[in-house]
């Protein structure tokens, strides 16, 4: 049997299902070492153990401001192998943090889908179903759902139109007052 001497570091932001754990939606859990950033890794584990390290996996890696740094510094001069977890665009669909940068260092790249939970077809795209606006919201199926290119575009006609029907009706409240 080979081993390899892993470690799993997420986001300290995401703290949804466990803090010391990557959890997917359906419950599986990974130990994990929760970072505000990537760059005091090495320092928090201990050189000895960093050292030791094969795979270093990164979880919403969107997160980290250092992404590019750390990913640079671990495979090029520690001969550490990467592996990086995150979302490439936010639910505008606008780049969302610096995963887009790492492309260039890296040796591959596979960009994964969900399902579109309207139609079943690929979903490369999140509608975020709440009206909260900042890019950063950490949340899950209570607030984003995967959808595919059409119901993308649709659902955020209705959105905007939903809008529109609310400003209206408040305009009208406020003109009865």
């Known amino acids: 049997m080979i081993s390899i001497n892993v470690a799993i570091i997420k986001s300290d932001k995401d703290t949804r299902y466990a803090l010391n754990s990557i959890v997917t939606h359906d419950g599986e859990k990974l130990p994990c070492f929760p970072m505000a950033d990537l760059l005091s890794f090495r320092q928090k584990l201990g050189p000895e153990a960093y050292d030791k390290l094969e795979v270093i ?30 979302l490439d665009g936010d639910y505008m669909r606008r780049s969302f943090g610096s995963v887009l940068d790492i492309i260039p260092i890296a040796d591959s790249v596979t960009k994964l889908t969900a399902r579109c ?44 139109t939903a809008r529109e029907v609310i400003e209206s009706q408040k305009l009208q409240c406020n003109s009865f007052v």
């Open 57 to 86: 996996g990164i979880d919403e890696a969107q997160f980290f401001g250092d992404l590019y740094d750390f990913c640079s510094k671990a495979a090029d001069l520690d001969g550490k192998t990467i592996v990086v977890a995150g």
């Open 117 to 160: 939970e309207l139609c079943g077809k690929r979903a490369s795209f999140t509608l975020r179903k709440t009206e909260d606006t900042e890019t950063e919201l950490i949340a899950g199926a209570d607030v984003y759902m995967p959808v595919c290119r059409q119901h993308y575009v649709s659902g955020q006609v209705v959105k905007v």
